[in-house]
């Protein structure tokens, strides 16, 4: 488990990729900056700060280049401003698959990416 400056502890390594991508919910579509994302969530910088709703469904796709795009199902975790952490409630497999070379490419580590799929199976 991985401690933030902030001392809170965390299952899943965050990686910052710092990547436009589009966030649409109930209320449409908005464009954000991806900061960071892991294996169970990504955090976002929004382009308006516009309040987002706790219980809603959100559709993360992040494009890499090359026709591959990442996409993910998330719920509003917290939200600071124009901040909004997301987990992650759904992850097709094609996306998963790119998702698991980022974070197995900044991690450096296969053993620290097996400890992390293990626990994405056990949180979802």
């Known amino acids: 488990m991985s401690e933030s400056p902030e001392g809170e502890k965390r299952i899943f390594t965050r990686v910052t990729v710092t990547r436009e991508a589009t966030l649409a919910g109930a209320a449409g ?12 969530g990504v955090l976002v910088h929004l382009a308006d700060e516009v309040p987002l709703a706790t219980g809603d469904d959100y559709e993360l796709s992040l494009p890499l280049g090359d026709d591959i795009v990442i996409s993910m199902t998330l719920a509003l975790a917290h939200q600071e401003g124009d901040r909004a952490g997301f987990r992650c409630r759904f992850v097709d497999l094609e996306s998963v698959s790119h998702l698991r070379r980022i974070v197995e490419y ?4 296969p053993q620290l990416l097996h400890r992390e799929l293990g626990e994405l199976s056990q949180v979802h």
Do not use: A, K, M, R
């Open 29 to 40: 579509e908005q464009p954000v900056t991806v900061e960071d994302i892991s294996l169970n």
């Open 106 to 109: 900044n991690l450096g580590d």
